[in-house]
């Protein structure tokens, strides 16, 4: 199960971090990654992370701006979002992978989303 937290209100040029808490004994071993959805658009992918934390991917509208990352000993992923723009706002969701993609076809469970708002 993952729990997603973090999102809020946040004004342009803005930074926030979320989190993604898993339960069970899979997370250490799990690419995971982070999408999200914008009102009345398709779910697009933001940011993928390996297993150990050594390889990342990002999303073009989000390099350079976005960065995740993991604690195993937590079971917890962040995101961290700075220079936030109007069109970053969207639900994000964290999701546990079957292999590292972008692609939502690469998701084996999906968390519950956490929406942020940035305000221009």
């Known amino acids: 199960q993952l729990q997603a937290s973090g999102g809020g209100l946040v004004q342009t040029g803005g930074s926030l971090r979320l989190s993604c808490a898993a339960s069970g004994r899979t997370f250490s071993t799990s690419h995971m990654g982070w999408f999200r959805q914008a009102p009345g658009k398709g779910r697009e992918f933001v940011a993928v992370i390996s297993w150990s934390g050594g390889t990342t991917t990002y999303g073009d509208s989000v390099k350079g701006r976005f960065t995740v990352s993991r604690d195993n000993a937590k079971n917890t992923m962040y995101l961290e979002l700075n220079s936030l723009k109007p069109e970053d706002t969207a639900v994000y969701y964290c999701?546990?992978?079957?292999?590292?993609?972008?692609?939502?076809?690469?998701?084996?469970?999906w968390g519950q989303g956490t929406l942020v708002t940035v305000s221009s």
């Open positions: 999701a546990q992978l079957n292999w590292y993609g972008i692609s939502t076809s690469a998701v084996a469970s």
